[in-house]
């Protein structure tokens, strides 16, 4: 039985919970549970209000999860983390006691507030030997899947997504909500991404990736009129849409199976070019749409 501690009370932290000590998907029990979790204080620009964390607080404990008083607490009595604060700030310090302690830790979105900070995380946790992962639920739908397998598509020639992409400061601006449809791109197309540019207003962005094969990605951020994921995959037998979002459970179980397995389902590399994507966004933004290599800031 792998015990599971959470950082931070969210949505996330309330349905992971759920799904793992309900066992709603019928195939975790005996295998784990999540034991102790512990809120550290919040920043007041993203914080809940104090009725949500109460929701989220009773959910948890509905389902047998007790309070702990610290992150060092808690990280002293569990397997395994999911640090699931709401907010890329503070996951730089939360994630130290759980690196010094060896413990597999789950980082949900935003890894961190700007690129330094993400690599300096993953580096860290090689530092420690610990495994980390991190991924959007998106990334993870049965559905897509299944699709990504469908013979109808035949090789992916490049694809489409789209999306919510609300701004908020203190992050680079595609961390916060855009990092789900660019997640999706690299879900489809895979690591490799060359450049990217971004043509950017108040409502919308158009991010537009090449990889080194040539294949093209582009992500829409939408922030005015109806809001949805969505998007395209261009194959070389047909063009399908993207399934639509399911729930949390495909991506339930992949930490899980991450924790038992002690690896990441997805390779850290990836991961980080992920954010480097969005960095070189932010920069093509500020330099009126310029084309970014990715190549500054990682070596791809």
């Known amino acids: 039985m792998i015990e599971i501690g959470v950082i931070g009370l969210s949505e996330h932290s309330a349905s992971f919970s759920k799904i793992?000590?309900?066992?709603?998907?019928?195939?975790?029990?005996g295998r784990c549970?999540?034991?102790y979790y512990y809120h550290p204080p919040g920043n007041p620009d993203v914080e809940f209000s104090v009725e949500r964390l109460t929701a989220y607080q009773t959910t948890m404990e509905s389902v047998g999860v007790k309070k702990g008083r610290s992150i060092k607490y808690v990280v002293r009595r569990v397997d395994a983390v999911m640090l699931l604060t709401n907010d890329g700030r503070p996951h730089l310090e939360e994630i130290r006691p759980v690196l010094k302690a060896g413990l597999p830790v789950y980082v949900d979105k935003p890894v961190a507030e700007n690129l330094e900070k993400v690599k300096t995380i993953f580096s860290m946790a090689k530092e420690y030997n610990c495994p980390i992962f991190s991924s959007s639920a998106l990334?993870?739908?049965?559905?897509?899947?299944?699709?990504?397998?469908?013979?109808?598509?035949g090789k992916v020639n490049g694809a489409e997504t789209y999306g919510p992409a609300p701004i908020q400061p203190s992050h680079i601006d595609l961390f916060w909500d855009g990092i789900h449809g660019i997640e999706?791109?690299?879900?489809?197309?895979?690591?490799?991404?060359?450049?990217?540019?971004?043509?950017?207003?108040?409502?919308?962005?158009?991010?537009?990736?090449i990889w080194n094969d040539g294949r093209i990605g582009v992500f829409r951020g939408i922030r005015l009129g109806k809001i949805r994921f969505g998007g395209r995959i261009y194959g070389q037998n047909s063009i399908q849409s993207i399934p639509p979002f399911e729930d949390y459970t495909p991506l339930v179980k992949e930490i899980v199976g991450f924790f038992e397995r002690g690896s990441s389902p997805v390779e850290d590399r990836e991961t980080i070019e992920i954010y480097a994507f969005m960095q070189a966004a932010e920069e093509s933004k500020q330099r009126g749409g310029q084309p970014i290599l990715l190549s500054k800031y990682i070596d791809t």
């Open 20 to 29: 793992i000590n309900q066992d709603l998907v019928g195939s975790m029990a």
């Open 33 to 35: 549970k999540v034991t």
């Open 184 to 209: 999706w791109l690299y879900a489809i197309l895979g690591s490799g991404c060359k450049s990217v540019s971004r043509a950017y207003t108040e409502d919308v962005d158009v991010v537009t990736g």
């Open 139 to 153: 990334r993870y739908g049965d559905q897509l899947t299944e699709l990504l397998k469908d013979p109808r598509i």
